[in-house]
């Protein structure tokens, strides 16, 4: 599909540890379209974060290896970029929040030091100037005077009251929400058109979850940001995502339409995710779990790797690995039940 | 928007912020430097042995011994001494040898300069060299570069000071002849004018650069050997901070923010794993005074340290006295330089 901004085939990624080669990843498939918000769901440890992390080549490479895979971007591979390209293509295509935004802004320096680096680098990137500044090749100083009059503006994009005021303060003088604010202004200072944002709101107060949630889904409408949104609260992907993919042990099993997933889930697992959700208006009786454990990435089951926890399990569900079965032509689901619905043929 | 905002204001008040934390820095050194002179006073007195006797000599009689006494003041209560030295110490007047009967603020202010001078090149070049060398360690982590590096500095901390030194002493001083074999200066030579009483510094201000090549000459042996331990250290504590730097979770975000990596690690990464260097440079520069007391018996180095052996065979608490006071003063000063410097780089100290 052309409106296709970046697309992830059959990525495998492996960590060499002492006790032996975690197939962390083993054959992500994911697409991102231009404007749209695409929830990944899963379990802790399943690799939502490694797969985003992949992306802007950020996984520490000794003790990891991608060992099969493409990451398109545009048309370009980002696996095959040199040092340089990949470190421009994060300056000027990519914004990235982390977690946790106490660990994340260096404590060291001050928000207007940190902003302006961003400022500075991401617009260096670009080729273009902080908005509505001078064209005449400006001295190192002058850019970053251009550069902290954008900060503030960034600041205030992002709510900071009395931008002007705090800029000049350390982060450990801001709370963990208006830190994340200052991260989501330096994520966004060089306009990306990518915005990876790996459970943004997990080390926040509930309170405050919502008013970053919903920063984020203002400013990425606003900006025609593809934002890929890293979560396991569901709820959070009804909200405010388009299209959500969900991921099991290094795999993704199903991807869909919110409302399509919601209503219709076609994977046991992600059947026994949604199962697993309180209700308000559910009458007592507790949640339902997945029975079984994540599987052990050293040794993962055969075949799909869903199969020993699998009510439906099949006898080729543990020597095939699922291909793609499409029920809709938005709606894809790894698993054998659907092979035999298969309507739309093979991709690839 | 587009306003200025208000940094002058802001600023002033980290300045002020700067001045109180090095005041009250400031302000804890005075008790520690009375609980050392007590406790160094209480040590010389209760220590078994007779000074008095000692410097006297065999001879002596009992009226001799006791005149002698009277004359320092030793026939007095303990505590009328202690009060009547702190007296003396605070018009900087540090009593007088028994042994010798030289006045110790004179050999003070000879020897206080030569082992500053001499422990301070050390440090100096201790830091010069290790804190690159740990920073390219920690960049190529278990790759050649790092293994020689901490080769080499296990060399540095196992071999003894006092044992390089005389092997470098016989090697490049007798042998190849190419650095003195001891000594501060020439001996037949006229230093320059004191001003500072460092030899590098007073030939610089005087102009007199033939001078000032023949002080690095001198210094140059003793203080590398005597660099080599701190140079390991420095190296290794760096190392190992930078690597806990670089792990760092705000690296990742610098690094996803397209930052070059070299502005990464020389910007980011350092300033945080500085405060730990800091604290082994300080630290180091202590031990370094005390290291400083062999190295300087190998190479004629006519400071503190010399002093401070010859008092302490002969129970002449005087000097011992003066020399520990001296030891605290400047240790405590380079604490204060240190903590100063965790404020200016650790904005989280500065305000807390």
Redesign the interface.
């Known amino acids: 599909m052309n409106d296709s901004l970046l697309e992830i085939r059959d990525l495998h990624l492996e960590f060499h540890t002492f006790e032996g080669v975690a197939k962390v990843l083993a054959g992500v498939n994911l697409q991102l379209r231009r404007g749209e918000f695409l929830g990944l769901v899963g379990e802790t440890g399943c690799g939502k974060s490694m797969t985003a992390l992949a992306i802007p080549r950020l996984i520490p490479i000794p003790p990891g290896r991608i060992t099969r895979g493409e990451v398109i971007f545009e048309g370009k591979d980002l696996l095959q970029l040199n040092d340089k390209g990949i470190e421009s293509f994060r300056a000027r295509e990519l914004g990235y929040v982390f977690q946790d935004p106490v660990t994340n802004l260096n404590p060291m320096f001050s928000i207007r030091e940190q902003l302006i680096d961003a400022v500075v680098y991401q617009s260096d990137a670009n080729g273009r100037k902080p908005a509505g500044q001078r064209r005449r090749p400006a001295s190192s100083r002058q850019k970053r005077r251009d550069a902290f009059q954008r900060s503030i503006e960034l600041l205030h994009m992002v709510g900071i009251p009395d931008a002007d005021r705090r800029i000049h303060d350390y982060p450990h003088q801001f709370s963990g929400g208006m830190r994340q604010r200052v991260l989501i202004a330096m994520a966004l200072a060089g306009e990306p058109k990518l915005l990876i944002a790996d459970e943004p709101t997990t080390a926040l107060d509930v309170t405050i979850q919502a008013q970053i949630l919903r920063l984020i889904q203002e400013l990425g409408r606003k900006m025609g940001l593809s934002v890929l949104l890293i979560t396991h609260n569901l709820g959070v992907v009804a909200k405010i995502c388009d299209r959500v993919a969900v991921m099991y042990s290094g795999r993704v099993i199903e991807t869909a339409p919110v409302r399509d997933l919601f209503n219709q889930p076609l994977h046991p697992y992600t059947q026994g995710l949604l199962k697993a959700l309180p209700h308000a208006q559910s009458e007592r009786g507790g949640l339902e779990g997945i029975p079984g454990h994540i599987p052990d990435l050293i040794s993962p089951p055969a075949g799909c790797r869903f199969h020993p926890r699998c009510a439906h399990v099949m006898d080729h569900c543990r020597e095939v690995v699922p291909p793609v079965s499409r029920k809709t032509a938005e709606h894809h689901v790894f698993c054998h039940l659907f092979d035999e619905t298969e309507e739309y043929g093979h991709a690839r | ?7 002058v204001d ?2 002033t008040n980290a300045t002020m912020n700067i001045y109180i934390y090095v005041l009250r820095r400031l302000l804890l050194v005075i008790p520690v430097l009375l609980g050392l002179s007590l406790i160094t006073f209480s040590i010389s007195r209760l220590v078994p042995g007779d000074p008095v006797g000692l410097a006297a000599g065999p001879q002596s009689t009992p009226e001799i011994r006791e005149r002698m006494a009277a004359e320092f003041g030793l026939d007095r209560p303990i505590p009328e001494q202690y009060i009547n030295y702190m007296a003396g110490v605070l018009q900087l007047d540090f009593g007088r040898s028994l042994y010798t009967k030289r006045d110790v603020n004179i050999e003070l202010q000879a020897r206080i300069p030569a082992t500053l001078e001499l422990t301070l090149a050390a440090i100096i070049f201790a830091s010069t060299i290790g804190i690159p060398l740990g920073i390219v360690s920690s960049l190529h982590q278990n790759k050649p570069p790092d293994h020689v590096s901490r080769l080499l500095t296990l060399f540095f901390v196992s071999f003894p000071s006092f044992w390089l030194a005389m092997i470098f002493q016989s090697a490049l001083g007798v042998y190849w002849d190419i650095t003195p074999v001891a000594g501060r200066f020439p001996r037949l030579a006229l230093p320059p004018q004191r001003v500072t009483g460092l030899l590098s510094i007073d030939s610089l201000l005087a102009g007199d650069l033939t001078a000032f090549f023949s002080t690095l000459h001198h210094i140059a042996l003793p203080a590398f050997v005597l660099s080599l331990g701190a140079l390991a250290s420095i190296t290794r504590i760096t190392r190992a901070s930078m690597l806990e730097a670089l792990n ?3 690296v ?10 070299a ?1 990464i690690v020389m ?2 990464v350092l ?2 794993a500085f405060t730990a260097t800091f604290t082994i440079i300080s630290l180091e520069f202590g031990w370094l005074m005390a290291g400083a007391v062999l190295v300087e018996a190998i190479f004629g180095w006519p400071g503190l340290g010399g002093y401070i052996v010859d008092a302490s065979l002969n129970n002449d608490f005087q000097p011992i006295m003066g020399v520990t006071l001296v030891y605290g003063v400047i240790f405590s000063t380079v604490n204060i330089i240190t903590d100063i410097c965790y404020g200016l ?4 100290i500065r ?1 807390g």
């Not at chain 2, 928007?1 to 940094?7: F, V």
């Open positions: 928007m587009g306003a200025h905002g208000n940094p802001h600023s760092n979770e705000s990742r975000t610098e690094r996803s923010i397209g930052i070059p990596w502005l910007k980011y300033r945080n780089i650790d904005p989280r305000f």
